[in-house]
Structures are given as structure tokens and as C-alpha cells.
């Protein structure tokens, strides 16, 4: 489905085009043509492949779903794939963004995501000193919003770390616990193997040879670069927390499980005294001392009475009971 598709000269937009006009602005001098499809059919992308003659490897790789973050050079344009990040019901939903970035051109491609662009348009339209520097100011602010859009991420992961982590020390809930952290550690690993191959990618643009579309835009991509920077190392904490969590967790349900043996063991071995003293004087022989005798048995029971008192009165004050 085509969002947008307009015309910009010096930074200013000249107007909304349609797809049959987009070859007549290519080749005007200074225009450059900004089109934007989300969950495009095949014919739709096969028609933009004509009009902005894009490698067949390339449209390609935004056909697939769930490529790995990517830049791709292919002559003049460069090709960058980007993860789409969003939380859903407390589960983390996968899209993908695709640009098309040539030297008058950007072809951005959303699949499966809910949140649109228009205010990276917008934004872009109200800087025109940032946006007469073409397509590649246009990148920068799409995979800029991209990155916001995993600093959401992972506010809100935090936020479910912390809710789990209050309820750590909570008893009988080590099972729901675990399940719990498993689920955030898999969440975390989607925000990681997003982030790090993006960051990868986009560090071509501060070293080495860098793109000929981002020849002048090295500080707007480093601070590209630093905020995913920051976002890696904010998920590898969490990661270490996670797993220092799901430690604690086990060794509290460990502790619990101590707690109920200790009780068995007490209640195990008072029981296990009355049965003693039960089975000696049960056992059916014709001569026994205190058989015959008129206080035998009150005092059988009161021995009985006696020592398992004793013995739950030590397991109570060592903790067992």
C-alpha cells in the first residue's frame, strides 16, 4: 500500500506525485523523490523496482521476512534492512523496514508494524537545511526513529524486570518466576539481535570507506551509532541481570524446598520415636517386663508423650518446625 509520495528540491517539498510521475522528477536536476509503502504486494514492489531500477538481490532481501539487519551497497544505492520493535500485550511484535537509498531517491518498505513514519516526514519537512542534504538525511531520520523505537522497548522490558524482580522473594512463586525471567531473556535476545548486526552495519558510515550518500553526514550516523551503542550495552546489563536473577530465583526455590525437607525430616523422626517405643512394647512375647503391670500402659503413653514433646520442642527451637 503506498503512504506517500512526494518531491523535494533544496530541501523544500514541491508536491505529492503520483507513481507514473516519479521518473519525469528523476530527471530533473536537484529533485529528489521520497516514497513510502507499508506491507506492499509484490506487483507494487516490482513497479517500484522498475521506476528506480533497484538491483533484483536487493528487492529481493525485502521481500524476505526476518533478514538480519543489514547495509548492502548495489552501485549508487545503498540498501538497508532494519527490525521493527514494538510491545504488544506484553510480547514483543517483529517488523521490518527496508530503504531503498540512491543518490534522488528513498524507497522506505514497512511490513508488520503498527506505527507509521508521518512524523519523520514531518519532522524532516519543518528542517530544510537538514533535508537539502537528500536521501541520506533521510535515512539517518528513519533508523533514528527506528532506534527510538527500541529505547521503548526497552523502557518497557525494564519496567517487566523489576515487576518480576519484586516477587522474587515471594514464596511458592518460583515456577511462575522462572517462567517469567525465560520469557523477558528471549525478549531481551530479540532486542539484542536487532540492535548489534544494526550497529554493525551503520558504523561503515563512521570509519573506512564510507557510502557516497553519507560522505556528509558522519556526525549525524556517529550519533546514530552512539545511541545504539547505548542501547547494547543497556541490553547486555539486562541480560546479566536477568540471568543473576533467574540464579537468585533457583536458589530461593532451592531454600524453600530445604524448608520442606527440614519439616519432613522433623516430623519424620518424631513419629519415628513414638513408632520405637509402639513397636518394643507391641512385640508379642510371654515374658515382659511391665506386661502385668496396672500403670503399664498410661506410662508407655506418657514416655511416648514425653520424648516426641521433647523432640518437637528442639526441631521448633532449631528452625525446622
Known amino acids: 500500500m ?38 506492499p504486494t509484490d506487483a507494487e514492489i516490482k513497479s517500484m523496482q522498475a521506476e528506480f531500477n533497484l538491483h533484483e538481490l536487493a528487492v529481493e532481501s525485502a521481500q524476505v521476512r526476518h533478514e538480519r ?5 548495489f552501485g549508487d544505492v545503498v540498501f538497508s534492512l532494519a527490525q521493527l520493535l514494538e510491545i504488544k500485550e506484553g510480547k514483543i511484535s517483529q517488523g521490518e523496514l527496508a530503504i531503498f537509498t540512491g543518490p534522488n531517491f528513498v524507497l522506505s518498505i514497512r511490513k508488520n508494524y503498527s506505527k507509521d513514519f508521518l512524523g519523520v516526514r514531518a519532522r524532516c519537512e519543518t528542517e530544510p537545511q537538514l533535508l537539502k542534504f537528500g536521501p541520506a538525511f533521510v535515512l539517518y531520520a528513519l533508523i533514528d526513529a527506528v532506534v ?34 525465560y520469557k523477558l531473556k528471549r525478549q531481551v535476545s530479540m532486542l539484542k539481535h ?19 550518500i553519507g560522505a556528509n553526514m558522519g556526525e549525524y550516523f556517529r550519533d546514530l551509532t552512539d545511541h545504539l551503542s547505548r542501547i547494547n550495552a543497556a541490553v547486555d546489563s539486562m541480560r546479566e541481570t536477568i540471568s543473576m536473577a533467574i540464579q537468585v530465583n533457583l536458589s530461593m526455590v532451592t531454600i524453600e524446598d530445604g524448608e520442606v525437607t527440614k519439616k519432613l525430616a522433623a516430623w519424620a523422626g518424631i513419629f519415628a520415636v ?12 510371654e515374658v515382659m517386663p511391665e506386661l502385668k503391670w496396672a500403670y503399664g500402659y498410661p506410662t508407655a503413653i506418657g514416655a511416648i508423650i514425653c520424648a516426641t514433646s521433647f523432640l518437637y520442642w528442639r526441631f521448633k527451637k532449631a528452625g525446622w518446625l
Open 194 to 212: 536487532a540492535t548489534s548486526p544494526l550497529l554493525e552495519a551503520f558504523a561503515k558510515f563512521n570509519g573506512g570507506r564510507v557510502p557516497a
Open 148 to 181: 527510538d523505537g527500541y529505547f521503548e522497548v526497552l523502557d518497557k522490558l525494564e519496567v517487566l524486570l523489576e515487576i518480576v524482580e519484586e516477587d522474587i522473594f515471594r514464596k511458592n512463586a518460583g515456577r511462575l518466576n522462572i517462567e517469567r525471567l
Open 274 to 285: 513414638a513408632t520405637a517405643f509402639a513397636g518394643i512394647w507391641g512385640m508379642n512375647f
Open 69 to 73: 539487519p543489514k547495509i548492502e551497497e
Open 2 to 39: 503506498l503512504i506517500n509520495c512526494a518531491a523535494y528540491k533544496q530541501g523544500y517539498k514541491l508536491a505529492d506525485i503520483a507513481i507514473e510521475e516519479i521518473s519525469n522528477y528523476l530527471s530533473q536536476s536537484g529533485v529528489m523523490v521520497w516514497v513510502a509503502l507499508k506491507d
